[in-house]
C-alpha cells in the first residue's frame, strides 16, 4: 500500500515551485490532492497534470488570506471527498521580496507579506483543522524558511513572518494535540528554483560556503521531509521545527 493511499490532502500554493511538488509527491503517494492556488492558471495546470498521471486531483481559486474563500476551499474538498487527513499551509509571498532595509519596505509591503504569510497560514489551518478535529486525526505541515533563524537583512517583513508562523505551529500543536491532530513546521534554506531566480550570485554562494553541506538546496531535498510529518512515521511528532538548510544554521 502507498504512503498516503486513501488520504486527502490539501496543498496551498500548489500552482508552482514547492507547493507543486509537494502535491506531485503526495500525489504519486496515493494522495487526492487539492490545490488551493490563488493563480487560476497554474492552479488549474497542476492539477490538470496530476489527473493525468492517473491521480485524483481538484483545484480551488483559493486566496488564502481571505477567510471566505479558506472557508470555501476547505467545503469543496469535503462535498467531493468527504474528509481532510492532511494539509500543507505552503502557500507564500517568497517570490522577489528582498532586497530592502527595515526603513525601505513600505507599510503595504509589509501589511500583504503578513495578510499572507501569517494570516494566510492561520485561516488555512482554521478552515480544515474542525474536519480533522471530529475524526481525530490529521496533520498539518506550515512552512517557514531559515531566514527566521540566521536573521538575513533587507528581508525584514519576510522573516518577521516566518518567525510567526513558527511559534504559531507550536501553540497550535497545543490546541490540536488533545484531538489526535498534528501540525509541524519545516524551514528550509535558500533552495534553487524559480522564486529565488532573482537572489544575487553572491549571496547564493556565501550560503553554499557556510554551510555544513556544501551544495545547492533543491526542492527534492524538501519534499521526502513533508510527507513524512504528514505520514503516520511521524505520529509522535507534533509542534516541531523543522530546518531543512544543509546546515547553515542548526536548532
Ligand atoms: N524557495 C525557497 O528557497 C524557499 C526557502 C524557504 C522557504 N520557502 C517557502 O516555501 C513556500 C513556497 O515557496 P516557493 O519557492 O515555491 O515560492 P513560489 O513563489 O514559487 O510559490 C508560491 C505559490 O504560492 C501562491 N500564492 C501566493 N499568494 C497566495 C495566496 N494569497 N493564496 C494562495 N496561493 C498564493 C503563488 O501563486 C505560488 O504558486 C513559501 O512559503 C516560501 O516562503 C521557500
Redesign the pocket.
Known sequence: MKKHQGKVIVV??A?????RAYAERLSSEGARVAV????AV?GAHAAEELRKSGMDSMFIE????SKEATEAMAARVLEKWGQIDGLVA??????SVGGRTYDEITVAQWDRIME??VR?TWLSCRAVAPYMQERKNGSIVT?S?DTAAWGSPKLLHYVTSKGAVEAFTRAMARELGPDGVRINCVA????N????AGVPEAKREWNIRNRAIQREGTTDDIVGLVSFLLSDEASFITGQLIVANGGLVFH
Do not use: M
Open positions: 496551498t500554493g500552482g508552482r515551485g514547492l507547493g488551493a492556488e490563488i493563480d497554474a483559493t486566496d488564502v488570506s505552503n502557500a507564500g509571498l517568497a517570490n499572507v504569510n494566510g512552512v524558511s528550509p534554506g535558500l533552495l528554483n524559480e522564486a529565488t
